[in-house]
């Protein structure tokens, strides 16, 4: 039997949340094309599409937005943890452990998945501000309920009501990152799930599986990119430079798409509108030259511009610091992250795959190693240590 490496094109669950057409570059949240969705809807109207099923009326709109900004505020324990790591930690493994005492603090786990997953999301962002800001010893903030999800971030990294264009734009990029069908992480948080673990366990799983490069941790990488190339003139030999040692050029190839990613699309034209006209023509010629040499590399199959290419690009715009990038795309993924831990739930059987042994077999224990218990064994080393 030939084992498909990375799963590749292998189903190993049934959904209702997403549908990714890799070939024709297409997203699509439970029927509804997600590039159509981003700027129209507010992320919470497509946090309450994939979790519920179905478009909130305006009534139930805001009773979520309700839900979700009175339960923006860290327990003061988290305040508390992240006041001495903060100075030290990186950011996603200060958001991973927070994740972790949220749900360690929910210990009679008495929350219902939709109330963990809420609160979840809601709280992300908070993680994510208060960190950076006491790493900068800065005061913390209270959240503001009457600033939307993406708005409220803003408000709480920085301590200034933003600017509406950049609040639309982090909210579009909120929605274009809410889920992803099984990505490496949601494939980890829908295998957690189905051990019946409880929700923040599974997300704290998720946001392991972000974490690498060739997932979520990509568009740091963009960034630093972009500014060591510096000049439009100086991308291709860079490019080159990097293709010839065998690296890879972050922000481009995906799993499924074999074509343009179409939040690429999408941020591009957002990345358009608000970076300064020097950025964009920077990141367009190395989009454009990149392109280009990975075809003539792989003539085979076709390498575009992933979601982390202009994503660092809209990030960097709406003031959010690189290092602070993957965990705004953990923030923005916890709906999807919660919803397919949600559906896996619904209909859960424990995912328990197998692995093709290739292995040695039939070997024979040494007779000198028969005799020695482990007891002797120690013995033997305490003396040798002696
Ligand atoms: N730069 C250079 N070469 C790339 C590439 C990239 N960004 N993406 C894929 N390739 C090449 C690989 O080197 C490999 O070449 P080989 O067959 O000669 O060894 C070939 O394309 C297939 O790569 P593989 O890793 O099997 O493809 P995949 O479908 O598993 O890759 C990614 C998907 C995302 C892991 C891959 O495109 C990548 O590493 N991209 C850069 C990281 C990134 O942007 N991640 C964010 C994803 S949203």
Redesign the pocket.
């Known amino acids: 039997m030939q084992v498909p ?2 799963l ?1 094109g292998v189903i190993v669950a049934s959904t209702q949340l997403t549908k990714i057409d890799g070939q024709a570059g297409r997203l699509v949240y439970r029927g509804y094309d997600a590039t159509e969705l981003a700027g129209k809807i507010p992320y919470e109207a497509v946090a309450y599409l994939l979790w519920f099923g179905q478009l909130p009326t305006n009534g139930q709109l805001l009773t979520l937005q309700g839900q979700l900004g009175n339960n923006r505020k860290l327990p003061q324990v988290v305040d508390e943890f992240l006041v001495e790591p903060s100075k030290v930690a990186e950011p996603l493994s200060l958001l991973q452990t927070s994740v972790s005492i949220l749900g360690g603090l929910d210990s009679t786990k008495t929350a219902s998945i939709v109330d963990a997953s809420i609160a979840l999301t809601a709280r992300m962002p908070t993680i994510v501000a208060s960190s950076y800001r006491l790493k900068h010893n800065q005061n913390l903030l209270e959240p503001r309920p009457d600033l939307g999800h993406a708005a409220n971030y803003l408000y709480m990294l920085t301590g200034k009501v933003p600017d509406p264009r950049h609040a639309r734009a982090l909210d579009s990029y909120f929605t274009l990152l809410a889920d ?1 069908g099984l ?1 490496a992480s949601t494939f980890v948080a829908r295998v957690a799930a189905s051990t019946l673990t409880d929700v923040y366990s599974a997300v704290v799983a998720a946001i392991s599986a972000l974490k690498g ?7 740091i ?2 960034w630093e990119m972009l500014q060591s190339i510096g000049e439009p003139e100086r991308a291709r030999a860079w490019l080159n430079e ?2 010839a040692k ?11 798409y074999r074509t343009e ?1 179409p939040r690429s699309r999408v941020l591009k034209r957002i990345a358009q509108e608000i970076v300064s006209p020097e950025l964009f023509n920077l990141a367009s010629t190395v989009e454009r030259e ?1 392109r280009d040499l ?1 075809r003539k ?2 003539p085979e ?1 076709a ?1 575009d511009t ?4 202009y994503s660092s690009l809209v990030l960097h715009a709406v003031g959010i610091p690189p290092d602070l990038f993957t965990c705004t795309f953990a923030s923005a993924r916890s709906v999807g992250w919660t919803a397919h831990i949600m559906e896996q739930r619904q209909d859960n059987r424990l995912f328990r795959p197998e692995a093709e042994y290739r292995g040695q077999q039939d070997l024979k224990l040494p007779e000198t190693q028969k005799t020695e218990t482990v007891a002797q064994q120690a013995n033997a080393l305490g003396r040798s240590r002696a």
Request: hydrophobic share 35%; no cysteine; aromatic share 8%.
């Open positions: 490496k990375g590749e992803h990505g490069p060739l997932h979520g941790g990509a568009p990488y963009v990097r293709l065998g690296d890879r050029i972050m922000g481009f190839g995906h799993r499924v990613d990149a990975l590399e792989h199959r390498i992933n979601v982390e290419f």
